[in-house]
Every structure is written in structure tokens, then in C-alpha cells.
């Protein structure tokens, strides 16, 4: 499973920022996504999941009420919708498939297929 994302940036405090996540055609819509993120010294946090329907979504609780985790299983694609940006969210953003389809889970140890990653940059 490759997963290639994209999206990040420069933004000021409040902005706001769409990262997209693409996968692999044949399987995308078999798995659950998730995205993560590490700063640097930091170990790598949970950020959002959603299922492979799209239909159940998690968050962690430093980013609730702020982004948003979709997906378009037509596009291959999942995506996180970052609003009112503080400059504690800045950090390498990191899309992750879990190991098992049809799995879903925030510990970043049940997560075998990784992105690149995508740097988020927040000046205040």
C-alpha cells in the first residue's frame, strides 16, 4: 500500500489548510486511514481516523472541533480539513493505512503503510 500525501504549508495563526492522502486504487476503500503528526523532539501523535466507509471518525482531543477527516473512496483519497490553526499543530503530517482492512485503530504501532509526510507550518 502507497500512500502519497500532499497539502501542507506556511500559514498564519487561525488559517486553515487541506491535506489530501492518496492511495492505492483496488484497496483504498478496504481500509481504514488515519493521519498523524510529529514535531520535532515529539513522539508522533495521533491526529484523526476515519473507517473504510467513512462513516465512524475519531479524533484526538488536541484537535477536536477544529479539523475534519473525510474521505472519497471514489478518488482514492482521504483528506484533513485543519481550521483555526495554532501554532502548536505545526509538524510533519503523516497519512497511515493499518496493517489489517476493514481495522480500525489511533495507536500509531497498529499502522504498517505510511505516507512521506507533509510539513504544517503555523507562525503566531
Known amino acids: 500500500v502507497q500512500l502519497q500525501a500532499s497539502g501542507g504549508g506556511l500559514v498564519q495563526a487561525g488559517g486553515s489548510l487541506r491535506l489530501s492522502c492518496a492511495g492505492p486504487?483496488?484497496?483504498?476503500?478496504?481500509?481504514?486511514m488515519a493521519w498523524f503528526r510529529q514535531a520535532p523532539g515529539k513522539e508522533r501523535e495521533f491526529v484523526a481516523t476515519?473507517?473504510?466507509?467513512?462513516?465512524?471518525?475519531y479524533y484526538g482531543d488536541s484537535v477536536k472541533g477544529r479539523f475534519t477527516i473525510s474521505r472519497d473512496n471514489a478518488k482514492n483519497t482521504v483528506y484533513l480539513q485543519m481550521n483555526n490553526l495554532k501554532p502548536e499543530d505545526t509538524a510533519l503530517y503523516y497519512c497511515a493505512a493499518p496493517r489489517r482492512v476493514r481495522y480500525i485503530s489511533l495507536a500509531p504501532s497498529e499502522y504498517d503503510y505510511w505516507g512521506q509526510g507533509t510539513q504544517v507550518t503555523v507562525s503566531s
Open positions: 476515519i473507517d473504510w466507509t467513512g462513516d465512524t471518525t
Open positions: 486504487g483496488r484497496t483504498f476503500r478496504m481500509y481504514a
